[in-house]
């Protein structure tokens, strides 16, 4: 017998995999069915409740609080816009008291959301320079201000108006001043603070989202001032801090199995932002 010791087999080394769409067709980059799925989830979701309007007049579905951010965070703001669109197309017809501005809320309660989110990610930032203080000022004069008396409103009062929409100022110092730490938090390799960095980009986006939602709702709707007053009041809790902790806690999980599976990432998405110090 031979003395020589039996070669042992080699084991094949780890192959990475990497999952991509399979379709050829992309709508801005993101493949069509991935802007296909959110719409469809963002529409059929409208059924359930997630936020009722303080205001009255309906409710914020879970397809809207929920998943037309992270239409946003995953598929950019052009694809998202697109799915956000379908979405409220469905949800419209299916559930009217989720968009009971029609065609309007479509827009603004479908199409802006993933819209609004996408355009979080960093290479947008100077575009939000202008959009931000934009949407600042027009909620704080339309149309309490502007049309004011002309157009039927109660003129608001002031300083009462200005500090009662106090999210607004702070969602407009919070970008000028931290959208930069936001995003190098989101990218830290401690899990807490990468969290803690998702909730701060989800709550930029939630606050500048609330300004070109409300105002048009005021003017549409005609609130007397004392209502738009007290739903500014309490616009922290309903819809802004309940929205953001909602949507970062699935968004965390969410983003992470993206990057885990290797899948394709979409150009302008918010994955596509991001120079991550950590794996998975």
């Not at 409710?59 to 609080?65: L, Q, R």
């Not at 469905?90 to 029609?102: D, E, F, H, K, N």
């Not at 730490?181 to 609330?210: D, E, H, R």
């Not at 001032?225 to 699935?250: D, F, K, R």
Request: proline share 9%; hydrophobic share 55%; net charge positive.
């Amino acid at each position: 017998m031979s003395d020589q010791p039996v070669p042992q087999e080699e084991k094949p080394a780890s192959v990475e995999r990497k999952f991509e769409a399979k379709s050829a067709v992309a709508i801005f980059g993101a493949p069509v069915s991935w802007v296909a799925l959110f719409g469809a989830l963002i529409g059929a979701l409208a059924l359930v409740p997630f936020l009722f309007y303080i205001n009255g007049g309906g409710f914020m579905s879970a397809g809207m609080g929920v998943f037309g951010p992270l239409a946003g965070v995953m598929l950019g703001p052009w694809a998202g816009f697109v799915a956000g669109f379908i979405g409220g197309l469905i949800g419209m017809m299916i559930s009217p008291a989720s968009y009971p501005l029609g065609i309007v809320d479509v827009i603004l309660s479908g199409a802006m959301l993933p819209l609004i989110w996408g355009l979080m990610q960093p290479r947008y930032h100077k575009l939000l320079l202008v959009v931000y203080p934009l949407m600042a000022l027009g909620m704080w004069l339309i149309p309490y201000h502007f049309p004011a008396a002309a157009g039927g409103f109660t003129p608001a009062s002031e300083p009462t108006w200005f500090l009662a929409i106090n999210w607004v100022w702070i969602g407009l110092a919070a970008f000028l001043l931290g959208a930069p730490l936001a995003w190098k938090m989101f990218q830290s390799p401690n899990k807490t603070t990468s969290f803690i960095g998702l909730v701060f980009n989800m709550y930029l986006a939630s606050a500048l989202w609330c300004m070109p939602w409300v105002f048009p709702w005021a003017y549409l709707i005609k609130y007397p001032y004392e209502v738009a007053l007290a739903g500014a009041l309490i616009q922290w809790l309903n819809p802004i801090i309940i929205e953001t902790i909602a949507a970062s806690a699935i968004a965390y999980f969410l983003l992470r199995a993206a990057r885990k599976g290797n899948l394709r990432v979409v150009p302008r998405s918010w994955l596509a932002g991001f120079k991550f110090q950590s794996p998975p």
